[in-house]
């Protein structure tokens, strides 16, 4: 897929960020920069809040190449609001000759006098702008002149405010920006267009008349008022035309399209050419410009997509999804952050199951997934369909990582639970199932992992089975299980490669066993997601028991209640409020060969914890005669290449 920069980088934070021309200047220091007759009156020393924000001018960028600093420009001009006790209120311009700086005084014309108990500033200066109750009335230009690396000075709304004087003859005033924009290069056929055009497409109303409240606060309101615009037109340079590569800027009102954006480029200067459109959700945040390169390239802002970021919390092998919407990740290997995957060349796929005997439509869980350097992107139905599916990054045709995107409305990590005598949530159902209670029947079963493996694979689709082996597994879009006997090749590597295959052996899927794969601290390769992990059960040392209450999962010491009659096959365990409990479905497992046996007569839930070449896991099983579950929350001896549940444990 062709490689763009996705609108809208770090779209939440109220702090620009952007890729912009650096100037050499310092900017450490007020400039104090006075006119040839400095008024003997009242100044302004004005400033832009945190230093970040954006203007006219772009200063040196950051160690971090993260932003550009605020620079006032020469003779820049504002007006200032305040209410003369004599003359009423009064809208002034100063000016500053100061060049350069993230700081800078401005004075009022000589004949001016300041005075009052209250200040309004409004960048840039406006006569026919007005202040009343707080409230400004102003113009966003709705045709703009473009300016290399930079705005239409006039275009780019800022506002601060002042309640008292910091001395006799000075006003101290922060300033914070009011509008959003996009910011964008050209590719060869920049000298051609006489125009370009930017729309909502659902005809938001974009520049024009504006009033902005709560001015003197770290979020000023803009809103359009009468005769406002749904577009904004940017004209060439003055005596100049639009150059390929070069930052141009557009600036308009900050809000959402919810259907997208349209672009045109205008080789004719009266006619609209076809619209080159982006069709996502984007948000544009105030004080934020959206990055686009080459953005007149035909079917650009097509691949535009903006997305909640998952990750915010830490990364992870698996993402839950609550809510409809669109949704990124970073490209990295598990939860270590420091592994990033290069080279990726597409992004899809692999299967997607609702977690029933029928399959669902492809699409219908995850939907629209594409990439850019750093994320992958998907989309969710607009009326969430609960499910799980699996997106795999490729370089070429080998797969370099994957993903498991857990869709459930009722979110299992929200409804956490903590077993009665233990300090560590769990969550409230099986690794990728879709309902916690059992009423849900085979909902409840959730996804079966091989130890130490990322990727999970469908589980039992019912609740029971009169033989065993007998049940179905989960369908899936991408059909039958699909098995790979267990060689000299098969690594972690082929596995990482092969996230869709259940690798079968008599013992173990790999051919030369690791140990470390899943453990107390958690692991690259653990499949809960960020803050949680795989359990820790009690432990063998020599040939004691040793127990670790505060840490492991379960224990013979938790008081539970079981049940199999009926629909329900699974236990209780009592919760610490002593009355609610937490339901663990005897689900049966997927043997070695991949085959599905016992379901409903015997389960594992499995640990991080190893015991000699096997495993730890909490087991439970149907005593036939008595009609009883007997329950073992650390029977050792697992073999790694079975395909077990996992119950997720908090991760602290």
Avoid at 76 to 85: E, G, I, K
Avoid at 231 to 257: D, H, M, R, T
Avoid at 285 to 300: E, I, L, Q
């Amino acid at each position: 897929m062709e490689n763009f920069i996705v609108l809208m980088r770090r779209l939440f934070s109220l702090i620009s960020s952007f890729l912009l021309l650096s100037v050499a200047i310092s900017c450490d220091t007020e400039i104090q920069i006075y006119p040839d007759e400095p008024n003997p009156g009242i100044v302004l020393n004005a400033s832009f809040v945190g230093g970040n924000s954006t203007k006219t001018e772009f200063g040196r960028m950051t160690s971090t190449h993260s932003y550009a600093e605020v620079l006032w420009s020469y003779r820049d001009s504002l007006s200032l609001f305040f209410n003369n006790p004599t003359d009423g209120p009064k809208n002034v311009r100063l000016i500053t000759k100061q060049s350069g700086g993230k700081k800078a005084v401005f004075y009022p014309d000589p004949e001016v006098q300041i005075s009052g108990t209250s200040f309004v500033g409004l960048y840039p200066y406006n006569a026919d702008a007005s202040l009343s109750n707080g409230v400004i009335s102003s113009v966003i230009p709705s045709v703009q002149t473009a300016k290399e690396a930079s705005f239409d000075p006039s275009a780019m709304l800022a506002v601060g405010a002042a309640s008292a004087f910091s001395s006799e003859t000075e006003l101290d005033m922060d300033f914070y920006n009011v509008c959003s924009g996009i910011c964008f290069t050209l590719t060869a056929n920049a000298g051609q267009y006489k125009r370009i055009v930017f729309k909502g497409n659902n005809g938001e109303l974009i520049s024009g008349p504006v009033t902005i409240s709560a001015v003197g606060t770290s979020e000023p309101l803009a809103s359009a008022a009468d005769g406002a615009s749904d577009s904004v037109e940017l004209l060439p340079p003055n005596n100049g035309a639009f150059k390929p590569g070069v930052e141009y800027y557009i600036c308009f009102l900050p809000q959402e399209f919810t259907s997208g954006f349209s672009m045109y480029f205008c080789t004719d200067a009266q006619q609209l050419p076809a619209a080159e459109k982006c069709t996502a959700s984007v948000k544009f945040s105030r004080g934020r410009f959206a990055v686009v390169n080459v953005a007149d390239t035909h079917g650009k802002l097509g691949k535009i997509r903006t997305g909640v970021a998952l990750d915010e919390l830490g990364t992870a092998n698996c993402y839950v999804v609550s809510k409809p919407g669109c949704y990124k990740f970073r490209m990295v290997k598990g939860n270590d952050e420091s592994q990033t995957l290069s080279g990726v060349t597409s992004v899809a796929v692999l299967w997607e199951t609702v977690n029933t005997t029928t399959a669902p439509a492809v699409g219908s869980v995850v939907d629209n997934v594409v990439f850019n350097g750093q994320y992958i992107y998907f989309d969710t139905p607009a009326k969430l369909k609960d499910g799980n599916a699996i997106i795999a990054a490729y370089k070429d045709n080998d797969i370099l990582w994957s993903w498991h995107i857990w869709v459930c409305a009722d979110s299992p990590i929200a409804n956490a639970q903590t077993i009665i005598g233990k300090s560590r949530a769990m969550l409230d159902r099986n690794l990728g199932a879709l309902e916690s209670n059992p009423n849900g029947y085979a909902l409840c079963n959730g996804l079966i992992y091989q130890w130490g493996r990322k990727d999970p694979f469908p589980g039992a689709a019912q609740s029971y089975s009169e033989t065993s082996p007998g049940g179905s597994l989960i369908a899936t879009t991408a059909g039958a299980l699909k098995l790979l006997p267990s060689n000299s090749e098969v690594t972690v590597e082929y596995a990482v490669k092969h996230p869709d295959a259940f690798i079968t052996n008599t013992k173990n899927w790999l051919y030369v066993p690791d140990a470390t794969l899943w453990a107390e601290e958690k692991t690259i390769y653990d499949p809960c997601p960020a803050g949680w992990k795989v359990p820790t059960t009690c432990k063998f040392v020599g040939s004691s028991t040793v127990h670790d209450l505060d840490n492991e999962a379960w224990s013979v010491d938790e008081s539970y209640w079981q049940r199999v009659a009926g629909q329900y096959y699974g236990m209780f365990f009592t919760l610490s409020d002593g009355s609610s409990r937490s339901w663990y479905p005897n689900a049966g497992y997927l043997g070695c060969d991949g085959v599905l046996y016992m379901l409903g007569e015997y389960c594992c839930y499995w640990s991080c914890n190893r015991y000699g070449d096997n495993v730890y896991a909490m087991e439970m099983y149907k005593n036939n005669s008595t009609g009883k579950l007997t329950y073992t929350p650390y029977r050792g001896g697992h073999k790694r290449g079975e395909g077990n549940y996992v119950r997720c444990i908090e991760d602290k």
